[in-house]
């Protein structure tokens, strides 16, 4: 059994629908970012960087979510989620979502989180006003030289496939408009559609 | 035959450890930055990002730290960098890496690239404030809760080791005191010592 902390509209859904496509048996942890329960003493004992998502396995507990991504998909190979026997297949499989840990979900976090970074309401504020063009420009590469079609690594489904499609519903938020993007926004489109993804959303809204 | 494009004194160090590391046949090619030659039309043929590291391979090019030190690994398993056979195993090491990405570096970034994110000098100025606290929370993190010891993943030196001795490289420019983190300290003398970590410097100065 796999235990999930989540928040919905996080990035944690990456994960969620990475287990729901591996066929895991696993539990859901809600964490209420309104009662800042991430940074409760019960939920810093099992995450120390009070955040989502944490993943509990029976081994010990997982975060940072390329490897919760890179776990799933190799404790299930059933699932082929990951060319595991291939290393170059599976590194620029990494190296992709390596950039959206590092690069977008960092440009993103400006928006909300500029107080990881600086002091002054000032610098938060400049820093939201820069946020339509940070995340534009990730979304720019991932677009013309990243996202091969008709998934992320081609034509094989990969965790790379959730984890794009939960970074691409802050879009419209962020301030990026869909249209400069037709192949990241066909892509969400498509994602959206799978029962999955469906399922996974609705079990985030619903706990 | 593997081609490192590296500039000095940035985390293309690790990759670059870690391939002397595996035994691997690599040629340098330096990027000037003051040159800002990461951003002329040649390089970003080669990584259309415009930053160091890149790696060209026979297969290809890969970009992103972390997908660059598994790749090496799981190329050359007989030096035994990552447990590959393991996936909690390599899913932790490849949690500590993605950290050191997506948190620790990105920390540090905001002492000379705060144009990434904001547009006021004022806001740079705030944000370089800062470093000494947010770097040195993610260093404290790393102290406490995530550095094994001896080795980053305990008994077994991996690619993590030279990922954290590359970051911790910048320690004092970020102003955090060393002494306030003696485990992490003590991990970079130790690292210092290595040859192939005195030959990768070495190398990197004399390109």
Redo the contacts between chains.
Sequence with gaps: MLTLYYAAHTCSLASHIALLDAGADYELRRIDFSKTQQQSADYVKIN??ARVPAMV?P??T???????L??IA??FPGAQLAP?DD??A???L??FN??L???L???HA?RMRGH?????P??FA??Q??VPV?VGACFD?IE??MLRGPWVMGSAYSIADPYLFTLAQWLEADGVDPKRIPRVTEHRSRMSERPNVTRAIAEELAN
């Design positions: 120390p960087k396995t081994r010990g997982l975060t940072e979510t390329p490897a919760m890179a776990f190799q404790s595991f290393p170059f599976f590194a620029e990494q190296s390596s950039y840990c590092s690069t979900h960092v440009a400006h990881r970074w600086a002091n002054d000032a610098s400049d820093m006003r820069k940070s590469l013309g030289s």
